[in-house]
């Protein structure tokens, strides 16, 4: 069994490259909108998060298909079963891009209804239905980009996923800004450049699996429906989880409006950009330790694994407190980074607005910590309980409830609400893991 001191240095190894690459990866669209909000207005930036739920849905058709796919590859590979491991790879790819280029059809075909589906109206019409036809025919690409890169690590190439991520992050930054500022693209220019920086993935994917010296690569493939009955089930959890952040930002954008206004909507998705961060610095502490802690599990190591757990709490309490000192401490410089300085009043309420929201980072790191946990040692209908309490049932409930029965600045507490909520289900959740655990 690994010593104290060298766990203890595995799982901070660990976190660290994790939350380095979802910090990175949250960037793509907290830069679309801080260009956009300071090139174009606050209200096209508003644009850029009424179609956040659009790449959400695409990011969860990625997650489903890499997830699955890449473990049951993972099995072919340590049943020496490399031509199916290839077969499935190449069959995989080939099915996501057609998804991709259906799903742009479609969003060309309905272009202004599915924008006024995702909540636009008004003044953000015209810049949503802008974004989207920039977005959308990059649909392919986002969705082969993240499932490329979950397999590169499949193929044992870790840190080669990481590098694209920030190249295409660095090459997103330098095409926002040439878009807007110097072409003056406007809201469309953001949303191709974050187009463009996939499809750059996407080729540097695509080329290091054109290489001979992988474990898998492209080949021809007869087409196997069949398999999709083992894969799907097994990236579904996952998958649900993203969707579920899509169908949240979806809901809170529409009740915004009805009972904000457009003013509202900028201060939410000012707050959106700050979650992004706060929640992926969160799952990257919990993600980054559950192989670790899925390791001692299956070696029935119980210290080894309530150690890591440990660890674990101990950061999240530190970033907690951090993160959660930082919005209260600096939220009117937050929304001044985004806000014009001609409109005080928006930066007021927007502040206002990021300090009520910011009371849930209390329990909200606490929350995914357990659920990452529980599903770390394969207690996967505790975890997609949590996973969807959180991000779903008890957030919209709330919200529906605050925003119906008080109304007003009383929606931003539901994620309040929520946590609080989830914190008790996820506590009697790991109490019974713990406690049974013991007594064995």
Same mark, same amino acid.
């Given at each position: ?33 801080? $260009?956009? =909000?300071?090139?174009? !207005? #606050? ?18 058709? =990625? ?13 072919? *590979?340590?049943?020496?079963? !490399? ?30 209804? $599915? ?22 025919? $990059? ?11 979950? *397999? ?16 295409? %992050? ?38 290091? &699996? ?10 021809? &493939? ?21 969707? %579920? ?13 009805? %009972? ?27 993600? !980054? ?10 070696? #029935? ?27 209260? *401490?600096?939220?009117?410089?937050? =929304? ?35 659920? !990452? &946990?529980?599903?770390?040692? #394969? ?42 909520? %989830? ?9 019974? $893991? ?7």
């Amino acid at each position: 069994m690994l010593n104290e001191r060298s766990l203890l240095s595995q799982f901070l190894h660990f976190i660290a490259a994790t939350v380095a690459s979802l910090m990175v990866f949250s960037l793509y669209s907290i830069v679309d909108g801080l $260009f956009v =909000a300071k090139g174009v !207005g #606050e209200y096209a930036m508003s644009a850029v998060n009424l179609a956040v739920p659009f790449t959400n849905v695409l990011f969860s058709i =990625a997650i489903i298909f890499a997830v699955g796919s890449s473990t049951i590859i993972a099995i072919y *590979l340590g049943q020496e079963q !490399g031509e199916k491991a290839n077969g499935l790879f190449s069959q995989n790819l080939a099915l996501l891009v057609a998804i991709g280029l259906t799903i742009s059809v479609l969003v060309f075909v309905f272009l202004e209804p $599915f924008a006024r589906l995702l909540g636009a109206r008004g003044v953000t019409l015209p810049y949503t239905i802008d974004y989207l036809k920039g977005l959308a025919p $990059f649909a392919v690409c986002f969705i082969v980009s993240y499932n490329m890169e979950v *397999l590169i690590k499949t193929d044992g190439y870790p840190k080669l996923a990481i590098l694209t991520v920030v190249i295409g %992050c660095l090459t997103n930054c330098v095409l926002d800004y040439l878009a807007i500022f110097v072409l003056d693209w406007g809201v469309w220019g953001a949303a191709v450049a974050t187009g463009l920086s996939q499809l750059l993935t996407c080729v540097i994917y695509l080329a290091h &699996f054109l290489q001979g010296h992988n474990t898998f690569h492209l080949v021809r &493939f007869k087409m196997d429906w069949s398999i999709y009955r083992r894969l799907l089930p097994i990236g579904v959890a996952d998958g649900v989880t993203e969707l %579920c952040n899509g169908v949240m930002i979806f809901l809170f954008n529409r009740i915004i409006l009805q %009972c904000l206004g457009d003013d509202g909507l900028v201060s939410y998705t000012i707050i959106a950009y700050v979650n992004t961060l706060i929640v992926n610095t969160m799952l990257g502490i919990s993600q !980054g330790s559950q192989p670790l802690i899925s390791y001692h599990y299956g070696k #029935e190591d119980a210290a080894g694994y309530r150690k890591l757990l440990r660890y674990g709490a101990t950061a999240v309490a530190i970033m907690t407190a951090v993160i959660f000192a930082g919005v209260m *401490l600096f939220a009117p410089q937050i =929304a001044g980074i985004f806000v014009d300085a001609e409109k005080p009043w928006l930066a007021a309420d927007t502040a206002g607005a990021l300090r009520r929201y910011g009371l849930c980072y209390l329990l909200l790191g606490g929350n995914i910590l357990m659920g !990452g &946990f529980l599903t770390a040692v #394969e207690q996967p209908k505790a975890a997609i309980s949590i996973s969807v309490g959180r991000g779903l049932a008890f957030q919209a409930g709330a919200l529906f409830l605050l925003a119906f029965a008080v109304g007003g600045t009383a929606i931003w507490y539901a994620p309040l609400v929520s946590e609080a909520l %989830c914190a008790v289900m996820a506590v009697l959740f790991m109490r019974k $893991f713990l406690n049974k655990t013991r007594a064995a």
